[in-house]
């Protein structure tokens, strides 16, 4: 299916980490919003604030809001909404770091995915890369295997389904436009957003969570890093979508753990939240395993 499609890996690497570089840094406000809003409530704020964005971008002429295969929008959509369901409601039952962990299996589950179903070729090298940066990406986020449990495991489908949605964007979505992708995503977050918010004042729990939270009237300290999150978030994730739309998943899926390289660094300039050791030489695997990738290709 993928016969006609465009492939500019060097395009694709540089949109993914050029991505990388904005997520890694707006992610690191996520604990200042939840201070005062929940899970629910930040997707379904954050896009009402990102849509009229991405309106924009189609107006400016960066690409057409109407899908051409509404079914194969929809299932990426919902794939990676899914995704990042089960991401967040693991944030609610373990530490981050062992969150993220699970969530970084992405990579793993595209290169299986691509040899075993979709017949791709992989090679040695790309499969080397991969556990490399994975390895890398263990060691910057140190989860701890001591308390490991099978709700562990919640990340990992979310890992599951995000690799799913890279796929999507690559065999099903490569002649979308990008904005009609970003959009996509955004309405289905934002309802996402909206049936969390129901569901929880429907069911009132006793005690509130960041994932438990309902709608709270006074958002006040949140909104600048609202706005921050969400116009972030529209370029990151438009340069994502890029990526995968020019580059084969397994490949573009490396540099991915670039996040792992700009997120440490700005929260050590910013926030002054320390790197050890461990870090550092995780960072570097990281790094090697994007130029294994790069030079083989």
């Known amino acids: 299916m993928t016969s006609c499609v465009e492939t500019r890996p060097l395009a694709a690497s540089l949109f993914m980490i050029a991505a990388m570089s904005v997520i890694g840094v707006i992610d690191n406000v996520i604990p200042l919003i939840a201070r005062d809003i929940g899970l629910w409530q930040f997707h379904a704020v954050r896009a009402v604030i990102a849509l009229p964005l991405v309106a924009a971008l189609s107006l400016i002429g960066l690409g057409s809001l109407k899908p051409q295969r509404l079914w194969a929008v929809v299932l990426r959509s919902v794939t990676l909404a899914i995704s990042m369901m089960f991401y967040f409601s693991a ?142 978030s529209v370029i990151g994730v438009f340069m994502i979508i890029k990526a995968y739309q020019l580059g084969e998943p397994s490949y573009v899926s490396i540099f991915e753990y670039s996040v792992m390289i700009f997120g440490p660094a700005f929260a050590l300039a910013v926030f002054g939240v320390p790197i050890t050791f461990m870090q550092v030489i995780g960072t570097l695997m990281i790094a090697m395993a994007g130029l294994i990738i790069a030079v083989r290709s």
Do not use: K
């Not at 569901?199 to 969570?209: A, G, I, L, T």
């Open 91 to 232: 944030l609610a039952i373990m530490p981050i770091a062992q969150a993220l962990a699970g969530l970084f299996t992405s990579p793993i589950f595209i290169l299986l995915i691509s040899s075993g179903l979709l017949g791709n070729r992989i090679g040695f090298w790309r499969i080397g890369a991969v556990a490399l940066g994975f390895a890398g990406t263990l060691m910057v986020l140190q989860p701890d295997p001591v308390n490991f449990d099978m709700r562990t495991l919640i990340p990992v489908a979310g890992g599951f389904f995000y690799a799913l949605s890279a796929l999507a964007t690559r065999q099903l979505c490569a002649h979308e436009s990008t904005v009609c992708l970003l959009a996509g995503m955004w309405i289905t977050l934002g309802v996402m957003g909206g049936i969390g918010l129901l569901v929880m004042e429907v069911w009132q729990p006793e005690q509130e969570s960041f994932v438990t939270q309902r709608w709270t009237p006074t958002i006040g300290a949140a909104w600048p890093w609202l706005f921050v999150q969400a116009i972030g």
